[in-house]
């Protein structure tokens, strides 16, 4: 771990338990899943139940989080010709920052939190930027969930263009899901806030590694997946849940009505307007597949601060308006539901405390896009670290990053 910090060179008490919960057993639940399939189904067995073959499972174990998204098929999502760099006005850091009701330096955060990228922006500036070694700025880092939040803006683009509304039933947009019965009452406002009731469940269960966001992480098939997945834990519509499946519907909801592939849309329509300095790539089921739209966008850091920077800016980017500011209201506004236990709207999550205004992208293994629209701060952490350790105690040192 590099110990020093310059300036720009080259969920209250803890997460909620249930959140906290679901993401410890992820590993264990690859981990058993691992096991059968190279223990006892081998390559066949693998094939049989679409999933990768046992090399790749294996590597699951080994491979940090951040590069994983290098052992699956990916589409590229490249970046413009004419890039537009971010302007670099250096200021200092604070000396410490709260951490668990104390105090430690700003080395000792990313030391203790396993970071591999750090950059904070102030006004559309670069004011510290920190890789650890072996990590620098054009090294791209799996965004896990930090996707969904990205999804939000394609959404919202294709509903100013009036190819979708936020009242369409999912099943009128992809009508092959239609069953007849109270899933087909889920509208795409649903899914926008964790509302939908689809019991995919987030919760991994050692015992059952074939289940839930972890197998739907690990087909080859996604479009079967959903069909496949078609019960409900509750009513559309009538509280919030976090699930994965939600997303991935939504993205499958966007690419249906643009008529693209969501790697294309994001291309287009934000990674060349923010002027994205490096390539990207977008996880797919399988080669030629579609986008596992609930994670796995692998890009750079400052690429990654430019959406945060978009977000800040009300969607606009110089006299263009990339994202409508009618969305951007929308997902900075927390909706009717919480979702374990914090703020939620248009994937967006809303932290308590603090200001009550500032919001972020947050992804498994603590990967972040903190946005403090009251002192034009955001903040980009790509990290190896725990499942979803430590979440609210981070935005708390975003939050004095901001304030300082």
Request: with cysteine; glycine share 10%.
């Amino acid at each position: 771990m590099t110990e020093n910090i310059t300036a720009a060179d080259s969920s209250v008490e803890s997460s909620p338990p249930e959140r906290r919960r679901r993401r410890r057993l992820k590993r264990v639940a690859v981990s058993g899943l691992v096991a059968v399939v190279v223990l006892g189904a081998g390559a066949f067995g693998a094939a049989a139940l679409d999933i990768p073959a046992p090399p790749t499972l294996v590597h699951l174990l080994t491979d940090a989080p951040s590069t994983q998204g290098q052992l699956f098929a990916a589409r590229t999502v490249a970046a413009p010709a004419q890039a537009r760099p971010l302007p670099v006005q250096p200021a200092p850091l604070p000396e410490t920052v709260p951490w668990k009701g104390g105090q430690i330096t700003v080395s000792e955060f990313l030391d203790t939190t396993h970071s591999n990228a750090f950059v904070v922006l102030r006004d559309g500036a670069i004011t510290h930027e920190w890789y650890r070694d072996g990590v620098g700025p054009t090294t791209p880092n799996a965004s896990w969930s930090v996707a969904k939040s990205i999804v939000s803006l394609l959404v919202g683009r294709a509903i100013e263009s009036g190819k979708l509304a936020e009242d369409d039933r999912l099943v009128d947009v992809l009508p092959g899901l239609a069953t007849g019965g109270p899933y087909d009452s889920i509208t795409i406002r649903d899914l926008l806030d964790m509302a939908s009731g689809v019991d995919v469940s987030e919760n991994y269960n050692p015992y059952f590694p074939f289940t839930g966001t972890a197998r739907m992480y690990l087909t080859t098939d996604l479009a079967g997946f959903v069909r496949d997945h078609r019960g409900l834990q509750f009513d559309p519509g009538t509280e919030g849940e976090y699930r994965s499946v939600d997303t991935q519907l939504l993205g499958q909801a966007v690419a249906a009505v643009e008529g693209r592939p969501l790697g294309e849309l994001l291309e287009s329509g934000i990674w060349g307007p923010v002027g994205a300095e490096d390539d990207a790539t977008w996880n797919l089921d399988r080669a030629g597949g579609q986008e596992k739209a609930f994670c796995c966008i692998n890009a750079t850091a400052r690429d990654f601060a430019k959406v945060g920077q978009l977000v800040l800016d009300g969607g606009r980017v110089g006299n263009s308006q990339v994202v409508p500011e009618a969305w951007i209201r929308r997902l900075s506004t927390p909706a009717a539901h919480d979702v374990s236990g914090w703020g939620y709207s248009a994937q967006w999550w809303h932290p308590t405390g603090g200001n009550g205004r500032d919001f972020s992208a947050i992804g498994v293994y603590g990967q972040y896009i903190y946005v403090d629209p009251a002192s034009r701060t955001v903040v980009v952490k790509l990290s190896d670290h725990g499942t979803e350790q430590d979440e609210i105690d981070t935005i708390d040192v975003f939050r004095a990053l901001a304030a300082s």
